[in-house]
């Protein structure tokens, strides 16, 4: 009998332990706070919760539902990590769609895992292994760890009432109906207060949500409108071909500099220095849609949503974006990407965005194959096949792919000669791809010249997203030393936009804020064109008095960039526990003064997500 006591003893012991391992990993793999310990305090006793309830039920097979749950938990915990480890935030049920997705880039999907991860599941046999052998005594583990052994007679009366009121207080406190700031706090970030919360969030909440009235939603709009006076470089474009290109995962940082002796960007340096108009305090302001949800803010200058990639979730909706207008005025539009076309779903979506043909990974020369898909050099040399059999003044929209996360590419391509300190670093593997696709924009401004396109097109070629997360790889390590500074948000998620216009004379660097939203209305001021829609929520960059950007994914909803002020909601979504700091000096801003621009940027989310959700655009019809 003593020798059995020992052993229970043991086992609780060995599974606390464990337990408690995988819940500190977890909170420390997804940005460990203050409130972290709490944080697994709270889980360790809901998982005791899940225990009891289990072990008191009357069914067949109590070990076997136990174990699916516990290792759906700590799936989802690992999904958790896994997704962090990239977007900066948990994963939501709104993702579950985006699977898919993730299936058709594995490389990218096996470079963001973290082997102290691997935690999350070590505890898995020995939970799993002391609920079969002790179930009936479950019950009682806690108050036995208190008396260091002395196990509490089993209680086998099931008291159904005591669970109800426990789930009752989760649920309220999970969905926190008053949005009270100490709920949020206290309990915000705890893994199942959080995915309980996000569930709601994305089913009844989003059916007791209330549409805003349009009238509402336009006066919202007029009382955040940009202040623009002026009309500087009107038309000094107007109808010239339009060649516009997004680069993959091109940073900022990349532009007029140089590592171990050698340039990084010299065709983009020798772009900018020449006929172009050269955005260096420009950020992405992209979605969970990534790369898709870049070139949908750039092409109708509103702002993606949290849930998942606007291409897909409004899909039928009605837009009037750049291409619409330019077809408007006579122009053919169509779109080249190196990958496969059903990916953020570009192939059904492309035509609601005024594009007439969409060409593909399937519809293309597949003979030079970089990582993921066609090299960019290709895919440039054959779109510019493409231009030359257009017949009036033409629209294209390329989509880069070789830069591509995890930065993969032939060693005989590699022309960046790595630092020993750096090797075998995603940090360095970037820089190669990176200095690939400058070489590859160089390949095609030269073949635009030799087929007669170069100079009667405008040429715009911006960023979608950043490349090396400051929380992956050991990339702020890495940035550090390259840059002299700490690697911040207001570094990650700057990337360039550069305007090329040959012979108009105009080269200058503009240092106001802008993003992938103002592109629309930048480019149609450069070519004189009137924009019809007035759902539009970005500024015309050249002719800005002072630069906004609100953020969406990575920086969460409320963030956002001006001129001077950077601002980072917390976690939690609360305004009171972020951060402000100004990006050019790294100085902190109290909070307390920058409440007018995080109402500005919550205001304008606002917004974006009415017009998408009752399809205003398309209501005018």
């Not at 669970?163 to 989760?170: D, E, K, N």
């Not at 993969?408 to 593997?429: C, G, M, T």
């Amino acid at each position: 009998m003593e020798k059995e006591k020992k052993t229970i003893i043991h086992s609780e012991w060995i599974m606390l332990i464990f337990l408690i391992v995988k819940l500190l990993v977890y909170y420390y793999l997804i940005d460990w706070t203050v409130y972290s310990l709490f944080y697994a305090v709270i889980s360790i006793f809901i998982i005791s919760g899940i225990f009891r309830y289990i072990s008191g039920i009357s069914r067949k097979h109590k070990t076997i539902i136990f174990s699916v749950i516990y290792i759906g938990i700590s799936v989802l915990m690992f999904a958790d990590v896994m997704y962090f480890n990239y977007y900066n935030q948990t994963v939501s049920v709104a993702q579950l769609w985006q699977i898919k997705n993730v299936a058709k880039v594995p490389q990218s999907f096996v470079a963001t895992f973290i082997p102290m991860s691997i935690f999350i599941f070590v505890d898995i046999p020995f939970v799993i292994n002391y609920f079969k052998r002790h179930r009936e005594d479950i019950a009682g583990y806690r108050g036995s760890i208190r008396r260091r052994g002395n196990i509490h007679k089993v209680n086998k009366k099931y008291k159904p009432a005591k669970y109800f009121i426990a789930a009752a207080v989760f649920i309220f406190v999970a969905v926190n109906p008053a949005d009270s700031v100490i709920i949020a706090n206290a309990t915000g970030e705890e893994f199942f207060v959080n995915h309980v919360g996000d569930i709601y969030d994305n089913t009844l909440g989003r059916i007791a949500k209330k549409d805003i009235d349009e009238k509402e939603v336009i006066s919202i709009m007029d009382n955040n409108a940009p202040d623009t006076e002026t009309f500087e470089l009107r038309g000094i474009a107007q109808g010239r071909n339009v060649i516009m290109i997004q680069l993959e995962a091109f940073q900022n940082f990349l532009i007029n500099a140089s590592y171990n002796g050698v340039c990084l960007t010299p065709n983009l340096n020798s772009l900018i220095k020449d006929n172009s108009l050269y955005f260096d305090n420009f950020y992405s302001n992209i979605g969970k849609g990534n790369t898709a949800d870049a070139e949908f803010s750039a092409l109708n200058s509103l702002y993606p949503v949290i849930e998942r990639e606007i291409y897909t979730l409004y899909q039928d909706n009605k837009f009037d974006g750049l291409p619409w207008h330019l077809k408007r005025n006579g122009y053919s539009t169509f779109a080249v990407h190196g990958y496969e076309g059903d990916f953020w779903n570009r192939k059904e979506a492309y035509g609601g965005q005024g594009i007439d043909k969409y060409y593909a990974m399937e519809d293309l020369d597949q003979s030079d194959i970089i990582g993921l898909g066609i090299s960019d050099k290709s895919v440039y040399s054959q779109a510019v096949d493409i231009m030359k059999k257009q017949n009036t003044p033409f629209f294209s929209f390329i989509v880069s792919l070789t830069n591509h996360h995890p930065f993969e590419i032939d060693d005989d391509l590699k022309k960046i000669p790595i630092k020993e300190e750096d090797k075998e670093s995603k940090f360095a593997n970037y820089l190669q791809t990176a200095h690939y696709t400058d070489e590859a924009i160089g390949y095609l401004i030269e073949k635009l010249k030799a087929e007669g396109l170069y100079d009667n097109s405008i040429i715009i070629l911006y960023g979608d997203h950043h490349g090396l997360n400051k929380d992956m790889d050991d990339n702020d390590i890495y940035m550090k030393r390259f840059l002299g500074k700490e690697y911040d948000y207001d570094e990650m998620l700057k990337v360039p936009l550069i305007i090329h216009i040959p012979g108009s004379g105009i080269t200058r660097t503009i240092s106001t804020v802008a993003g992938q939203i103002d592109i629309f209305p930048t480019i149609a001021n450069l070519m004189n064109i009137e924009i019809s829609d007035k759902y539009i929520l970005g500024q015309d960059a050249v002719n800005a008095k002072e630069g906004f950007v609100a953020f969406t994914a990575y920086m969460l909803r409320g963030s956002f960039v001006t001129d001077d002020i950077m601002y980072e909601v917390s976690r939690e979504e609360i305004f009171e526990s972020g951060r402000a700091w100004n990006p050019k000096t790294g100085e902190e801003i109290p909070v307390d003064s920058v409440r007018k621009y995080y109402d500005r940027a919550i205001a304008l989310k606002t917004v974006s997500e009415q017009i998408l959700e009752q399809n205003l655009i398309g209501s005018r019809d």
